[in-house]
């Protein structure tokens, strides 16, 4: 099987000029198959605010009412994807910008309403790989908004964490996938002091171990849980570095 | 070679959700091969004056500063886009929602300036036909956002009449195209304060005699040039009509 490179970046490197031109200049330099996926919440809370639409979040997520379903989608589907579509243009990558409800790509269901009423937020439940595989085949590189649909007209603001991991999953099936997570240290550290302390390579052994000892805690452990199920779905590697260091060895790589 | 049919729609029908859900019904029945552009005027002043930004219009075009390009990406490859693309999944259209940007389908270059400075609008220079005609054989249906981009990172806010004429003509290498335009009338009018004075049929010979005696005139004389320009590109046939009768055969047929 042919490789495939899926990087996930967050809201911040996309959203400011320099590093957006940097990040896409980097993602250019990568060879063969590709796939970025993007954020964009910092964009969002600030329409938003310009708008007079409160953001509100709950444990890091936001909770997505109407009006802030249409901010999502103007700021996810229009104005970050299409600026990082063009600029990806500009340097010679073929990209598509996709939201879930083009091509029927992702299909999720509004998350059902427990603690939390998250609004409309999805979560996955379908992933149409075939088309998105015969386009990267083509050459195309897709380029996904955190945003699928419910393939009942409505659209579902959506983690761009978990869209990188369920696209992973689903287009292992006809490549081999390395599925980059992209965040502000070089990598999962073994001192959180220690910019410099990157765990090389981590094992679902080591990753017990340094969990039991307190190593590695907080947010990276939901982080490296979801890596490891989708090493399980069959991705073949999962990296978590930095956005300017995608294109070098540097971060954590995950193996089962 | 098979058959396509485009269809244009200006901002008002899809801009309101009970037209829209209308329209994308009747455009559902429409069989075999065909595209939907859409506008989005309307929304794009009502988010801009949101911002607190300004929209000026000259003879009818937008003047598209840096704050209204962001608008009209937000609304136009955004908002309008994405919910006709998840409107029509709903009901078994593959969409896939498109700029310019995306896949390099149609490149444009900034207007330049002379008598009015119309800012980032894009005139079109270029269109690569080969992989929308590709996505359309295996049964996609692109929903063209009007917004091209420049091939240097920036993206232009282009009109959707014209994106309609450049895809038809584009494409007519692939297809035997109809392009249907769709406004409030049910046609070209012989009276214009008859409604029902649609003239079926529109030759070049019987437009220049409807121009001489004054009965198409104004707005109307533009369109129908652009549509003979997109005639003798080989484009098949151009329909006026209203987006509530394109199912049926009410209208006016213009051919050579």
């Avoid at 039991?212 to 991705?235: C, Q, T, Y």
């Amino acid at each position: 099987m042919e490789k495939l490179i899926i990087i996930k970046v967050g809201g911040k490197i996309v959203e400011e000029p320099q590093s957006l031109k940097q990040l896409l200049s980097d993602f250019s330099k990568l060879e063969g198959n590709k796939v970025l996926v993007h954020g964009g919440g910092r964009s969002a809370s600030a329409i938003a605010t310009q708008l007079g639409i409160e953001s509100k979040m709950v444990n890091g997520r936001r909770i997505t009412d109407e009006n802030m379903l249409k901010v999502v989608t103007m700021v996810y589907g229009g104005l970050v994807n299409k600026q990082i579509v063009a600029g990806l243009q500009a340097i010679g990558v073929n990209a598509l910008g996709l939201t879930g409800a083009d091509l029927n790509y992702m299909r999720s269901e509004k998350r059902p309403v427990k603690d939390v009423d998250y609004g409309f937020v999805g979560d996955v439940k379908e992933v149409n790989a075939e088309i998105l595989a015969d386009l990267i085949g083509k050459g195309v590189v897709p380029v996904l908004a955190p945003l699928t649909h419910d393939n009942a007209g409505n659209l579902l603001n959506t983690n761009a964490d978990t869209i990188a991991g369920e696209a992973a999953k689903a287009l292992s099936r006809y490549f081999d996938v390395t599925l980059m997570y992209c965040f502000e240290k070089k990598g999962v550290l073994l001192d959180e002091n220690d910019d410099e302390s990157v765990i090389a390579n981590l094992s679902p052994e080591l990753f017990e171990k340094y969990v039991a000892d307190g190593v590695i805690n907080g947010g990276m452990i939901p982080k490296l849980e979801n890596s490891f199920e989708a090493l399980n779905a069959g991705v073949k590697q999962v990296v978590i570095t930095r956005a300017n260091l995608i294109h070098t060895e540097v971060g954590t790589k995950i193996k089962l």
